[in-house]
């Protein structure tokens, strides 16, 4: 175990680029998000169509296939990405598929009546979603939104396949140099752990504010 | 003047025709009463009015704005948006937004859609919650009013655009009857005022009976009888206007 400490730099530091890809992942995934649901609800044949393909495929497809088409297909295009750039790129898409899902359950929880009273008085379809049926929706979707990001959390692990130097792969680094397997994975494993509690707890408290509000 | 015109409108749900040919006119500062067993179609007929359902046949003309079936979509959204300014509409379910404040809910559209600014929004917003009774209510949430004072304030909200229109669509069917009272109270007041052209879609027959101008009683998607109420409720002309009113009177 001391090895693992006599380390801890470089195991934070693949802690630190963890949980960089999976907070630029969430955050490009809920524009994803936000426009596919947006399209699935709204749109007309072709772009439901198009966004019910995208959501089928990213779900249909294991996360590490979707990795190393962005980073060694796109390549046979003239594509070459840095693995952290394609990390990320993929990842966003890939969350971008289920926050779609959470985001348009939570807009069809809202009930008919918000939208039709927002119509009867004026406005139109566009500003009624977006001044009273995305703030409730909103508080609906946050629950399965941060479960969703925890998921995200342990899901960046896959792209040590393609040499990002996360926590898995700085393990691995690490187990390459001391030939000792244990500790380095008992280690990380410790500290995803520690990181999806905390995101877990910040979640619970949000819930229970949310729930307070009106 | 005319306020409401419609031509010939059927609404058809599926295989189901709700509306079968409806032919209105309403002259501005009538109040006209709706009646008739559920499924008459008298809530569609009220929505059609506001384009909340879109027209299988016919027409609407609200103050010579003129909605047709099958209009062409620019055209279409252009009138269907100046006839919802013109006509304001309470719901059975209040429909307030629960994430506004009583005051929020009331001035939302004035910011939104008359892009007025704030204070004056606000100012012309706490003059409708006074005309409801409700001023000292500007901050609280729709879960924290009851039944009643939720419906008044959604009437405040329809009251706040301005309309020349005003559509109630079973005002009092989702209050405790103790809470009926209330909301007929603001109606009534509404209904003496000036101008104010009214559609009521109610169950409640003393407020059709004293506050109308007219009564219309539907069944199965036509208007079967139309009347003054004295003549409607002493003297119903149709068979079908009789039985409904003895299967009232029982209760």
Known sequence: MELVFENWELLFQGAYYTLYIAVISMFFGLFIGIAVALARLKGNRPVRWAARVYVSVIRGTPALVQIVIVYYGLVDYGITLGPLTAACIALSVNIGAYLSEAIRGAILSIPKGQTEAALATGMTSWQAMRRIVLPQAARVAIPPMGNTFIGMLKETSLVSFIAVPELLRSAQLLIARYYVNMPFYIGIAIMYWVMSTVFSAILEAVEKRLSKAY | ?251
């Open chain 2, 1 to 251: 003047m005319t306020m409401i015109v419609t031509k010939e409108l059927s609404k058809t749900y599926h295989d189901n025709e709700v509306l079968k040919g409806i032919d209105l006119e309403v002259r501005q500062g009538e109040i006209v009463v709706l009646l008739g067993p559920s499924g008459s179609g008298k809530s569609t007929l009220l929505r059609c009015l506001n384009g909340l359902e879109t027209l299988t046949k016919g027409a609407i003309e609200i103050n010579g704005v003129r909605l047709e079936a099958g209009m062409k979509n620019r055209a279409f959204k252009n009138n269907l948006l100046n006839i919802r300014k013109q006509t304001g509409m309470v719901f059975q379910q209040f429909n307030l937004y629960p994430h506004k404040t009583a005051l929020g809910n009331v001035i939302e559209s004035l910011l939104i859609v008359k892009k007025m600014p704030r204070a004056q929004a606000e100012q012309l917003g706490m003059k409708m919650l006074e005309r409801v009774g409700l001023a000292d209510k500007r901050d609280a949430y729709p879960s924290k009013l009851s039944g009643g004072q939720q419906q008044r304030v959604a009437i405040a909200r329809a009251l706040a655009m301005e309309p020349d229109i005003l559509l109630f669509d079973e005002p009092t069917s989702a209050l405790d009857p103790e809470l009926v009272g209330e909301v007929l109270d603001v109606m009534r007041m509404l209904a003496r005022e000036e101008g104010m052209t009214m559609l009521v879609v109610t169950h409640e027959m003393s407020f059709a009976r004293n506050v109308a101008n007219r009564v219309l009683f539907m069944d199965g998607g036509v208007i079967v009888e139309e009347n003054d109420p004295e003549t409607f409720f002493g003297q119903p002309k149709t068979e079908r206007a009789q039985r409904f009113l003895n299967k009232i009177n029982q209760h």
